[in-house]
């Protein structure tokens, strides 16, 4: 079984820019939670959704913003790119079992470069 | 509000020698705890998992105890590798209410030298 896939793994985008990266879960996962990764914040969550809706937010400014679409495949947007939006973007999918523990499979990252 | 502390970094050990990483929490409830470990150029990995006190997560050689009267979950392994090099985070969720979302630590970098 395939693992979780992100596009593209490298970025170099300039300030007041707009990215949108993009995640394939493993077949079968309906949850996908994304992830940022600095070395000055460490590992911060960002957002998940389920079936298409937006479940749980992390402390991220609007300029961060996702969707997923009907085949669990999931985008992150970033709008007005600052320098400190410079990061590993990591995106991670699960099947969610309700009521029980659901391990997080993650896939390698987008590194981001904003200039 | 949750959070996970983790032991600073550099470790620096030689091949064959003893492994602790310390990791404590701050958790309203009762999380589940993981040791995710991030190979260079990688994403994050899920080493062992510990989903209720007392409970011991093992794999490839590496194990920690979730213990909720010290709320602690420190990763030990007797004898490591030079391929054991890696980051290693520390997490916990409430994965279980039906909500994703890992709190991670700073992560505790290892060097194993041969």
């Known amino acids: 079984k395939a693992g979780v896939t992100q596009t593209p793994r490298y970025l170099i985008k300039t300030r007041g820019q707009q990215v949108t990266l993009s995640c394939s879960p493993i077949?079968?996962?309906?949850?996908v939670s994304w992830y940022q990764q600095t070395p000055g914040q460490g590992l911060q969550f960002l957002f998940e959704y389920f079936s298409e809706t937006q479940r749980n937010k992390g402390n991220f400014p609007g300029r961060f913003s996702g969707r997923q679409f009907s085949n669990s495949r999931s985008e992150m947007n970033v709008s007005t790119l600052e320098l400190g939006d410079s990061a590993l973007y990591l995106c991670?999918?699960?099947?969610?079992?309700?009521?029980?523990?659901?391990?997080?499979?993650f896939g390698p990252g987008t590194r981001l470069t904003v200039l | 509000g949750d959070s996970v502390t983790q032991m600073e970094g550099p470790v620096t050990l030689s091949e064959e020698a003893f492994l602790t990483i310390n990791c404590t929490y701050t958790a309203t409830g009762y999380p589940s705890l993981f040791w995710y470990v991030q190979y260079p150029g990688e994403g994050l990995q899920l080493l062992l998992k510990a989903t209720k006190a007392d409970d011991k997560g093992s794999n490839k050689g590496f194990e920690a105890t979730y213990r909720k009267e010290t709320t602690s979950f420190h990763l030990e392994k007797g004898s490591v590798q030079v391929s054991d090099s890696a980051v290693y985070f520390c997490?916990?969720?409430?994965?279980?209410?039906?909500?994703?979302?890992?709190?991670f630590g700073a992560g505790t970098r290892l060097a194993v030298h041969p």
């Open positions: 077949s079968g996962h309906r949850s």
């Open positions: 991670a999918s699960s099947f969610m079992v309700a009521g029980g523990y659901n391990e997080q499979f």
């Open positions: 997490a916990l969720s409430f994965s279980s209410g039906g909500y994703n979302k890992l709190i």
